[in-house]
């Protein structure tokens, strides 16, 4: 069985200060995808990224990076100089080859608050 | 481009009525998928189909629920003699053919008085 854990229930920075999002899964298949998605207030889920179980190539998008290290099954997502939209509930989530990338399962969420 | 809609956005029904959701996919994405979110929770996958064919099924899909795409295009989902349980925003994503990222609609958010 599958399972991801983002222990960060909440985090509440200024604006401009950096933060990062944990994400710890598990899983025992070795062919996975990883995603993070952003729920912002309005509740539209927004993909923001996807990363393969092969792939442990950090990725940088603008003010957005993804950190992905398979020794400790983690997929921590970073927000350099935080601003006020970036306020929302993120989510991680995988899916594995064994149940034909049918299902996403989610973490309960990080809530990020972010203040001027 | 026109994303996931789902309608109702709200709903609001007294318990044990039935309700029915509906949700269009992303034109061209010939898979769709349910999933249900409780407050302060990720979302918990339902069900999901490949074009019209329910290809699985959670367990937290009881006999109270069913689910159709019967022309592999929009697909509804239907709770019958809803509980106060059944309370939670129900949402609808999509994915492409070669894509295993899912694209959400804004979701229905259903009360059960």
């Known amino acids: 069985a599958q399972k991801v854990t983002q222990a960060q229930t909440e985090i509440s920075v200024v604006e401009k200060e950096d933060v990062t999002l944990d994400c710890v899964y598990e899983t025992r298949d070795t062919t996975y995808y990883l995603f993070w998605y952003k729920q912002p207030p309005s509740g539209e889920l927004v993909f923001l990224i996807r990363?393969?179980?092969?792939?442990?190539q950090n990725e940088i998008s603008g003010r957005y990076s993804w950190n992905f290290q398979k020794s400790t099954s983690s997929f921590n997502f970073t927000i350099t100089a935080s601003q006020v939209v970036d306020s929302a509930v993120y989510f991680c989530?995988?899916?594995?080859?064994?149940?034909?990338?049918?299902?996403?399962?989610f973490g309960k969420g990080t809530m990020l608050l972010v203040s001027p | 481009d026109t994303g996931v809609s789902q309608d109702p956005r709200h709903k609001i029904t007294k318990r044990g009525q039935n309700v029915t959701f509906r949700c269009d996919p992303i034109?061209?994405?010939?898979?769709l998928y349910w999933y249900r979110q409780t407050l302060g929770q990720g979302p918990e996958f339902l069900t999901y189909f490949q074009n019209e064919a329910q290809l699985e099924k959670s367990r937290l899909l009881s006999d109270r629920f069913s689910a159709e795409r019967p022309k592999g295009s929009f697909s509804t989902l239907e709770i019958q003699r809803t509980e106060q349980g059944d309370s939670a925003m129900y949402l609808c994503?999509?994915?492409?053919?070669?894509?295993?990222?899912?694209?959400f609609g804004p979701g229905t958010r259903l009360t059960v008085t």
């Open positions: 989530a995988l899916t594995q080859k064994d149940s034909g990338y049918s299902t996403l399962t």
């Open positions: 994503a999509s994915s492409p053919p070669r894509g295993y990222e899912q694209y």
């Open positions: 034109s061209e994405h010939n898979r």
């Open positions: 990363r393969n179980s092969f792939d442990e």
